[in-house]
């Protein structure tokens, strides 16, 4: 069974050597995702607003895939405050409130200071 190699275009793929998001038969696995507007290379500086484009970034690279978010089994949340959390539980609830898949929020720091959060999902079709 072949993967399929989702791209986004966003210079860090190249660079870092890495795929979007990787479709293998039933299952997407998305890559970790920061707040990037990748359209404008913009990072928002509050983790509500970055949350939002992970979140915009990730449903696009699902539908490529053929998948929904609905698909999402688990998530792992990559913060790099504590002190942050509250201003993000919200915009978690409005992505995943009723899909609740398996999560993990850990504490630490990203490559760049501007990030603030990073998230990555796996989806399964079955």
Excluded: H
Excluded at 1 to 13: Q, T, V
Excluded at 56 to 79: M, P, S
């Amino acid at each position: 069974m072949n993967a399929r190699l989702i791209s986004s275009g966003s210079p860090f793929e190249k660079t870092f050597g890495y795929s979007r998001a990787v479709v293998k038969g039933n299952w997407c696995f998305v890559a970790g995702v920061t707040g990037y507007d990748y359209a404008t290379m913009v990072m928002p500086a509050g983790i509500a607003d970055q949350a939002r484009n992970c979140f915009a970034t990730i449903r696009w690279a699902l539908t490529e895939g053929g998948f929904a978010l609905e698909d999402v089994v688990r998530v792992q949340y990559t913060v790099t405050d504590t002190a942050l959390i509250d201003d993000l539980v919200p915009v978690l609830g409005e992505n995943f409130g009723d899909i609740r898949p398996a999560a993990t929020m850990v504490v630490a720091s990203l490559i760049r200071p501007e990030m603030k959060i990073e998230i990555e999902v796996t989806a399964f079709k079955g």
